[in-house]
Protein backbone atom coordinates (compact mmCIF):
# COMPACT_ATOMS: atom_id res chain seq x y z
CA UNK A 1 0.00 0.00 0.00
CA UNK A 2 0.70 3.59 -0.79
CA UNK A 3 1.96 5.72 1.17
CA UNK A 4 4.05 3.94 3.47
CA UNK A 5 2.10 4.38 6.74
CA UNK A 6 -0.80 2.63 5.32
CA UNK A 7 1.48 -0.64 5.53
CA UNK A 8 2.21 0.10 9.33
CA UNK A 9 -0.70 -2.05 12.11
CA UNK A 10 -2.40 0.73 14.95
CA UNK A 11 -0.23 -1.71 16.93
CA UNK A 12 3.51 -0.93 15.76
CA UNK A 13 2.16 2.93 15.52
CA UNK A 14 0.98 3.42 18.79
CA UNK A 15 4.34 1.60 19.89
CA UNK A 16 6.35 4.15 17.91
CA UNK A 17 4.34 6.70 19.49
CA UNK A 18 4.91 5.25 23.07
CA UNK A 19 8.47 5.29 22.59
CA UNK A 20 8.79 8.64 21.34
CA UNK A 21 6.73 10.04 24.39
CA UNK A 22 8.96 8.41 26.96
CA UNK A 23 12.04 10.26 25.32
CA UNK A 24 10.20 13.42 25.80
CA UNK A 25 10.39 12.86 29.75
CA UNK A 26 13.84 13.29 29.43
CA UNK A 27 14.24 15.13 26.44
CA UNK A 28 16.28 13.62 23.60
CA UNK A 29 14.68 13.97 20.99
CA UNK A 30 17.34 15.86 18.95
CA UNK A 31 21.04 16.20 19.32
CA UNK A 32 20.75 18.70 22.16
CA UNK A 33 19.62 16.70 24.48
CA UNK A 34 18.15 19.00 26.48
CA UNK A 35 17.24 16.63 29.81
CA UNK A 36 14.06 18.67 30.42
CA UNK A 37 10.35 16.74 31.00
CA UNK A 38 8.13 18.19 28.03
CA UNK A 39 5.33 16.19 29.20
CA UNK A 40 5.39 18.25 32.96
CA UNK A 41 6.12 21.73 30.81
CA UNK A 42 9.35 21.77 31.27
CA UNK A 43 11.23 23.82 28.28
CA UNK A 44 14.41 23.02 26.50
CA UNK A 45 16.57 24.86 23.60
CA UNK A 46 13.03 24.68 21.55
CA UNK A 47 10.88 25.85 24.28
CA UNK A 48 8.55 23.18 23.07
CA UNK A 49 5.87 21.55 24.82
CA UNK A 50 4.48 17.98 24.14
CA UNK A 51 1.49 18.93 21.87
CA UNK A 52 1.70 20.35 18.30
CA UNK A 53 2.62 24.11 17.66
CA UNK A 54 2.38 25.44 14.19
CA UNK A 55 3.05 28.74 12.19
CA UNK A 56 1.00 28.09 9.29
CA UNK A 57 -0.95 25.48 7.05
CA UNK A 58 -1.87 26.02 3.67
CA UNK A 59 -0.62 24.71 -0.04
CA UNK A 60 2.65 26.07 -0.74
CA UNK A 61 3.71 26.57 -4.35
CA UNK A 62 7.16 27.91 -3.90
CA UNK A 63 8.79 24.04 -3.04
CA UNK A 64 10.25 21.96 -5.22
CA UNK A 65 8.04 20.95 -8.93
CA UNK A 66 8.19 17.63 -8.12
CA UNK A 67 6.66 18.34 -4.64
CA UNK A 68 3.94 21.16 -5.63
CA UNK A 69 2.81 19.06 -8.57
CA UNK A 70 -0.30 20.81 -9.57
CA UNK A 71 -2.01 21.28 -6.38
CA UNK A 72 0.75 22.36 -3.80
CA UNK A 73 2.16 20.77 -1.56
CA UNK A 74 0.57 20.62 1.89
CA UNK A 75 2.75 22.72 4.17
CA UNK A 76 2.63 22.53 7.50
CA UNK A 77 5.33 25.08 9.06
CA UNK A 78 5.91 23.77 12.46
CA UNK A 79 7.00 26.23 14.99
CA UNK A 80 10.45 26.25 16.63
CA UNK A 81 13.42 24.95 15.28
CA UNK A 82 16.42 23.58 16.96
CA UNK A 83 18.90 25.29 14.95
CA UNK A 84 19.18 29.13 15.66
CA UNK A 85 20.85 30.40 11.67
CA UNK A 86 21.86 34.11 12.25
CA UNK A 87 20.18 34.83 8.34
CA UNK A 88 17.16 32.53 8.92
CA UNK A 89 14.44 33.74 6.66
CA UNK A 90 11.75 32.30 8.79
CA UNK A 91 13.24 33.76 11.77
CA UNK A 92 9.74 34.37 13.04
CA UNK A 93 8.74 30.70 13.49
CA UNK A 94 12.17 29.35 13.70
CA UNK A 95 13.14 31.66 16.69
CA UNK A 96 10.65 34.25 17.49
CA UNK A 97 7.66 31.18 17.73
CA UNK A 98 5.60 33.03 16.48
CA UNK A 99 2.56 30.17 16.56
CA UNK A 100 -0.25 28.62 18.28
CA UNK A 101 -0.32 25.44 20.18
CA UNK A 102 -2.82 23.51 18.86
CA UNK A 103 -4.66 19.58 19.77
CA UNK A 104 -3.47 16.57 18.09
CA UNK A 105 -6.77 16.60 16.67
CA UNK A 106 -6.55 19.95 15.13
CA UNK A 107 -3.14 19.07 13.82
CA UNK A 108 -4.79 16.16 12.16
CA UNK A 109 -7.77 18.17 11.16
CA UNK A 110 -5.43 20.18 8.87
CA UNK A 111 -3.66 17.36 7.01
CA UNK A 112 -7.36 16.41 6.43
CA UNK A 113 -7.86 19.55 5.16
CA UNK A 114 -4.67 19.75 3.13
CA UNK A 115 -5.15 16.26 1.39
CA UNK A 116 -9.09 17.55 0.61
CA UNK A 117 -7.93 20.49 -1.12
CA UNK A 118 -5.55 18.72 -3.72
CA UNK A 119 -2.18 18.65 -2.20
CA UNK A 120 0.07 15.82 -3.12
CA UNK A 121 1.63 15.73 0.34
CA UNK A 122 2.26 16.59 3.39
CA UNK A 123 5.01 18.45 4.37
CA UNK A 124 6.26 19.07 8.19
CA UNK A 125 8.89 21.94 7.92
CA UNK A 126 11.16 21.77 10.86
CA UNK A 127 9.51 18.88 12.35
CA UNK A 128 12.26 17.25 14.66
CA UNK A 129 11.43 18.79 17.91
CA UNK A 130 7.34 17.36 17.38
CA UNK A 131 7.82 14.19 15.68
CA UNK A 132 5.89 12.87 18.95
CA UNK A 133 3.14 15.48 17.98
CA UNK A 134 3.00 14.87 14.82
CA UNK A 135 2.69 10.92 15.00
CA UNK A 136 0.05 11.30 17.39
CA UNK A 137 -1.70 13.54 15.02
CA UNK A 138 -1.14 11.11 12.13
CA UNK A 139 -2.35 8.30 14.33
CA UNK A 140 -6.09 10.46 14.25
CA UNK A 141 -5.45 11.79 10.49
CA UNK A 142 -5.30 8.23 9.50
CA UNK A 143 -8.65 7.05 11.35
CA UNK A 144 -9.86 10.27 9.64
CA UNK A 145 -8.90 8.76 5.65
CA UNK A 146 -5.13 10.59 5.20
CA UNK A 147 -3.74 8.55 2.45
CA UNK A 148 -1.30 11.39 0.72
CA UNK A 149 2.42 11.18 1.78
CA UNK A 150 4.61 12.73 4.40
CA UNK A 151 7.75 15.04 3.74
CA UNK A 152 10.32 15.46 6.61
CA UNK A 153 11.37 18.94 5.50
CA UNK A 154 14.55 19.06 8.43
CA UNK A 155 17.62 21.05 9.06
CA UNK A 156 19.03 17.39 9.57
CA UNK A 157 20.32 18.24 13.02
CA UNK A 158 18.48 15.21 13.69
CA UNK A 159 18.71 12.11 16.03
CA UNK A 160 19.57 8.81 14.71
CA UNK A 161 17.28 6.81 17.06
CA UNK A 162 14.28 9.16 16.24
CA UNK A 163 14.91 8.50 12.69
CA UNK A 164 14.81 5.02 12.97
CA UNK A 165 11.45 5.04 14.82
CA UNK A 166 10.26 6.64 11.65
CA UNK A 167 10.85 4.02 9.13
CA UNK A 168 7.94 3.41 7.21
CA UNK A 169 6.43 6.36 8.10
CA UNK A 170 7.70 9.59 5.94
CA UNK A 171 7.77 8.37 1.99
CA UNK A 172 9.40 11.45 1.16
CA UNK A 173 12.71 12.79 3.33
CA UNK A 174 13.43 16.67 2.45
CA UNK A 175 16.93 17.58 4.61
CA UNK A 176 19.25 20.10 4.52
CA UNK A 177 23.21 19.46 3.86
CA UNK A 178 24.06 23.35 5.62
CA UNK A 179 27.40 22.92 6.33
CA UNK A 180 30.66 20.93 6.37
CA UNK A 181 32.60 22.97 8.67
CA UNK A 182 31.67 22.22 12.55
CA UNK A 183 33.26 25.86 13.73
CA UNK A 184 30.61 27.52 11.12
CA UNK A 185 28.15 25.71 11.63
CA UNK A 186 29.06 26.47 15.51
CA UNK A 187 29.17 30.38 14.79
CA UNK A 188 26.12 30.91 12.45
CA UNK A 189 23.56 28.01 13.86
CA UNK A 190 24.83 26.96 16.98
CA UNK A 191 24.93 23.62 16.03
CA UNK A 192 27.60 21.34 17.85
CA UNK A 193 29.11 18.67 15.51
CA UNK A 194 26.88 19.66 12.66
CA UNK A 195 28.74 17.42 10.15
CA UNK A 196 28.68 14.01 11.47
CA UNK A 197 25.27 14.97 12.52
CA UNK A 198 23.81 15.77 9.13
CA UNK A 199 25.94 12.65 7.92
CA UNK A 200 24.55 10.03 9.67
CA UNK A 201 20.90 11.64 9.69
CA UNK A 202 20.79 11.68 5.32
CA UNK A 203 22.85 8.36 5.95
CA UNK A 204 19.65 6.35 7.65
CA UNK A 205 16.91 8.84 5.67
CA UNK A 206 18.35 7.37 2.22
CA UNK A 207 17.98 3.85 3.89
CA UNK A 208 14.79 4.13 4.52
CA UNK A 209 13.72 5.75 1.21
CA UNK A 210 16.29 5.26 -0.82
CA UNK A 211 16.63 7.60 -4.43
CA UNK A 212 14.03 9.86 -5.48
CA UNK A 213 11.17 8.06 -7.27
CA UNK A 214 9.10 10.32 -9.33
CA UNK A 215 5.65 9.38 -11.07
CA UNK A 216 6.15 8.80 -14.88
CA UNK A 217 3.54 6.48 -16.21
CA UNK A 218 5.21 6.58 -19.52
CA UNK A 219 7.56 4.22 -18.02
CA UNK A 220 6.63 1.09 -15.78
CA UNK A 221 9.40 2.12 -13.43
CA UNK A 222 7.43 3.53 -10.71
CA UNK A 223 4.64 2.11 -10.47
CA UNK A 224 5.11 -1.58 -9.78
CA UNK A 225 7.55 -1.08 -7.07
CA UNK A 226 5.70 0.84 -4.79
CA UNK A 227 2.07 -1.39 -5.59
CA UNK A 228 0.01 1.69 -5.02
CA UNK A 229 -3.72 1.73 -5.22
CA UNK A 230 -3.74 5.65 -4.94
CA UNK A 231 -1.74 6.50 -7.75
CA UNK A 232 -4.53 7.03 -10.33
CA UNK A 233 -4.83 10.74 -8.75
CA UNK A 234 -1.36 11.66 -9.13
CA UNK A 235 -0.20 13.74 -11.41
CA UNK A 236 2.82 12.90 -14.07
CA UNK A 237 6.35 14.80 -12.44
CA UNK A 238 5.12 14.14 -8.62
CA UNK A 239 7.72 12.78 -6.18
CA UNK A 240 6.35 9.54 -4.53
CA UNK A 241 9.25 8.45 -2.17
CA UNK A 242 12.54 8.61 -1.65
CA UNK A 243 14.97 11.63 -0.41
CA UNK A 244 15.54 14.96 -2.32
CA UNK A 245 18.69 17.10 -0.38
CA UNK A 246 18.84 20.56 -0.63
CA UNK A 247 21.93 22.70 -0.11
CA UNK A 248 22.13 26.55 0.42
CA UNK A 249 24.94 28.21 -1.32
CA UNK A 250 26.27 30.63 1.33
CA UNK A 251 28.68 33.60 0.20
CA UNK A 252 32.05 33.28 0.08
CA UNK A 253 32.30 29.81 0.40
CA UNK A 254 30.77 29.55 4.00
CA UNK A 255 28.37 26.44 3.72
CA UNK A 256 32.04 24.48 2.32
CA UNK A 257 29.97 22.62 -0.91
CA UNK A 258 32.49 20.82 -2.12
CA UNK A 259 32.84 18.30 1.22
CA UNK A 260 29.12 17.99 1.16
CA UNK A 261 28.78 17.01 -2.80
CA UNK A 262 31.75 14.78 -2.37
CA UNK A 263 29.64 13.30 0.69
CA UNK A 264 26.27 13.20 -1.11
CA UNK A 265 28.12 11.16 -4.35
CA UNK A 266 30.40 8.71 -2.44
CA UNK A 267 28.38 7.60 0.71
CA UNK A 268 24.65 8.60 -0.46
CA UNK A 269 24.01 8.09 -3.93
CA UNK A 270 25.35 9.64 -7.15
CA UNK A 271 21.77 9.96 -8.26
CA UNK A 272 20.69 11.89 -5.44
CA UNK A 273 17.86 14.95 -6.45
CA UNK A 274 20.25 17.59 -5.09
CA UNK A 275 18.53 20.80 -4.72
CA UNK A 276 21.51 23.82 -5.25
CA UNK A 277 19.51 26.84 -3.97
CA UNK A 278 20.65 30.04 -5.35
CA UNK A 279 18.29 32.19 -3.22
CA UNK A 280 20.81 33.12 0.08
CA UNK A 281 19.63 36.67 1.47
CA UNK A 282 21.19 38.16 4.18
CA UNK A 283 18.15 38.25 6.70
CA UNK A 284 17.32 38.19 10.29
CA UNK A 285 21.02 38.99 12.23
CA UNK A 286 23.26 38.31 8.85
CA UNK A 287 23.66 41.99 8.44
CA UNK A 288 26.11 41.71 12.06
CA UNK A 289 28.24 39.23 10.27
CA UNK A 290 30.29 40.97 7.13
CA UNK A 291 31.09 37.99 5.09
CA UNK A 292 27.44 37.18 5.60
CA UNK A 293 25.59 40.13 4.21
CA UNK A 294 25.36 39.86 1.05
CA UNK A 295 23.43 38.13 -2.12
CA UNK A 296 25.92 35.44 -3.67
CA UNK A 297 27.56 35.78 -7.03
CA UNK A 298 26.71 34.11 -10.21
CA UNK A 299 30.57 32.84 -10.32
CA UNK A 300 29.82 31.20 -6.28
CA UNK A 301 26.52 29.65 -7.94
CA UNK A 302 28.26 28.21 -11.01
CA UNK A 303 31.17 27.16 -9.03
CA UNK A 304 29.02 24.88 -6.98
CA UNK A 305 27.05 23.72 -9.83
CA UNK A 306 30.85 22.49 -11.41
CA UNK A 307 31.84 21.34 -8.11
CA UNK A 308 28.80 18.51 -7.87
CA UNK A 309 28.85 17.57 -11.79
CA UNK A 310 32.44 17.07 -10.73
CA UNK A 311 31.42 14.45 -8.22
CA UNK A 312 29.38 13.19 -10.53
CA UNK A 313 25.77 14.25 -9.05
CA UNK A 314 23.68 14.12 -12.13
CA UNK A 315 20.08 14.82 -10.62
CA UNK A 316 20.83 18.70 -10.02
CA UNK A 317 17.52 20.83 -9.64
CA UNK A 318 18.00 24.79 -9.57
S1 LIG B 1 13.67 18.57 21.07
FE1 LIG B 1 13.88 20.53 22.15
S2 LIG B 1 13.95 20.01 24.34
FE2 LIG B 1 14.29 18.13 23.17
S3 LIG B 1 16.49 17.87 23.03
FE3 LIG B 1 15.84 18.99 21.18
S4 LIG B 1 15.97 21.16 21.65
FE4 LIG B 1 16.06 20.03 23.59
Redesign the pocket.
Known amino acids: MYPSYLNLSKKELKNRIEKLFKI ?1 KN ?10 N ?1 LKGE ?6 GYLPMVSAYHPHFGEESVLVGRHGSGTCFMT ?1 C ?1 LSCVYCQNYEISQLRIGEEVSFERLAEMMIELQSVGCHNINFVTP ?2 QVPAILKSLEIAIEKGLKIPLVYNTSSYDSLEVLKLLDGIFDIYLPDAKYSDDKIAQKYSNAPNYFETMKSAIKEMHRQVGDLIISNFKSQNSKPKLKSQNFDNIPEGVALRGLIVRHLVLPNNLAGSEKIFEFIANEISKNTFLNIMVQYWPAYKAHQYPELSRRITKEEFEDAINLAKKFGLKRLYF
Request: proline residues 9%; contains cysteine.
Open positions: LCEICPRKCHVRKGYCQLSNTP
